[in-house]
Nanobody, 117 residues
Framework: VQLVESGGGTVQAGGSLRLSCAAP????????MGWYRQAPGNQRVMVATVTSGGITKYADSAEGRFIASRHNGKNTIDLQMNHLKPEDTGVYYC????????????WGQGTQVTVTS
């Protein structure tokens, strides 16, 4: 299963970037889509997740600055990142998973986000 990610790049602190991710439409039903970040030498951490029912969760560091939006009809998720900080730098990975049977857990290839001071 391939997740198609787009967006990312290099931006100065205070700027904005938008990430987009598309999952195959055949992955319908109750799923959770989200974005995760992995900085060099660190573990991958959750940035934002959205359930198919529209429940959104954010990491404390993203709350108030990032907006995750999901489009169920197209099985896509966007992440609008505003007021970016250098500590937001890392590789951002898209994820889609289902926790009920039949369960699955798929990841995108990652897209680099670099925020310069």
């Amino acid at each position: 299963v391939q997740l198609v990610e787009s967006g990312g790049g290099t931006v100065q602190a205070g700027g904005s970037l938008r990430l987009s991710c598309a999952a195959p439409e055949r992955l319908f039903g109750a799923t959770i889509m989200g974005w995760y970040r992995q900085a060099p030498g660190n573990q991958r951490v959750m940035v934002a997740t959205v359930t198919s029912g529209g429940i959104t969760k954010y990491a404390d560091s993203a709350e108030g600055r990032f907006i995750a939006s999901r489009h169920n009809g197209k099985n896509t998720i966007d992440l609008q990142m505003n007021h970016l900080k250098p500590e937001d730098t890392g590789v951002y990975y898209c994820n889609v998973r289902r926790v009920i049977t039949p369960a699955f857990d798929y990841w995108g290839q990652g897209t680099q986000v670099t925020v310069t001071s």
